[in-house]
């Protein structure tokens, strides 16, 4: 069974704090992803890794950086929060034999910022 | 920029009605369509997914979709919901050109009274 972790469940942080969100995959995915999920808004794309030090942007990118210094692992960094990035940020894996593989998403972190 | 809508909110059922959720994607090329379903307090889970071939595709909990390609859709249905099938459901769509990546709607969010 494909398992994605992710480091909180609920995460309650100040504006201008350096906010780090951790995912972790057992399932050996090259393909790692960071959405957000807003109500009305769906999931939205904020970065991806294809790879092990590979970064490509999403469509909101802005405001976040990421790590993947491991295939296991891929951090979503937020190098100053603020409170517009209050939400639900889900981490999602696949591989990349195929492009009809399904990505698996982790239980999602609910991040306040006050 | 492609895009997928899902044309209904919030619909609101009583058991054993019938359910039809709508889905709609702006691209021309081949696509991938997956159905996720999130329910309450839990992670995203891949409800159904089209790759190819029939158009009708069967997924878990007696959910199916069909791909119709003329019109750009891939329509959730149940023909009798459960209070359990209370939950937000995601459409998503996956394009040969963006590597990968899922676009999802906005989200529908199903309630299903006893």
């Known amino acids: 069974d494909v398992k994605v972790t992710q480091s909180s469940r609920y995460l309650v942080k100040r504006t201008g704090e350096k906010v780090f969100l951790e995912c972790v995959q057992d399932?050996?995915?090259?393909?790692m992803f960071w959405y957000r999920q807003d109500p009305g808004l769906g999931l939205r794309l904020i970065y991806f890794?294809?790879?092990?030090?590979?970064?490509e942007k999403g469509d909101i990118p802005e405001g976040y950086s990421v790590s993947r210094e491991k295939k296991e692992r891929f951090s979503l960094i937020l190098e100053s929060a603020s409170t517009n990035q209050t939400s639900m940020y889900l981490c999602?894996?696949?591989?990349?034999?195929?492009?009809?593989?399904?990505?698996?998403f982790g239980p999602g972190t609910r991040l306040t910022v006050l | 920029a492609q895009s997928v809508s899902q044309h209904n909110h919030h619909v609101i059922l009583s058991e054993a009605a019938s359910l039809e959720l709508g889905c709609n994607y702006s691209?021309?090329?081949?696509?991938?369509l997956f159905w996720y379903v999130q329910y309450p307090g839990q992670h995203l889970q891949l409800l159904l997914k089209y790759f190819s071939g029939d158009p009708l595709v069967k997924g878990i909990k007696g959910f199916e979709a069909e791909f119709i390609k003329s019109k750009f859709s891939f329509n959730l249905r149940k023909p009798s919901v459960q209070w359990s099938d209370t939950a937000e459901y995601f459409c998503a769509v996956m394009t040969y050109n963006q590597g990968g990546k899922l676009i999802f709607g906005q989200g529908t969010e199903l309630s299903v009274k006893p």
């Open positions: 890794s294809y790879d092990v030090k590979m970064k």
């Open positions: 999602a894996s696949n591989t990349q034999r195929s492009y009809t593989d399904t990505q698996y």
């Open positions: 399932m050996d995915h090259e393909n």
């Open positions: 691209y021309g090329g081949t696509v991938n």
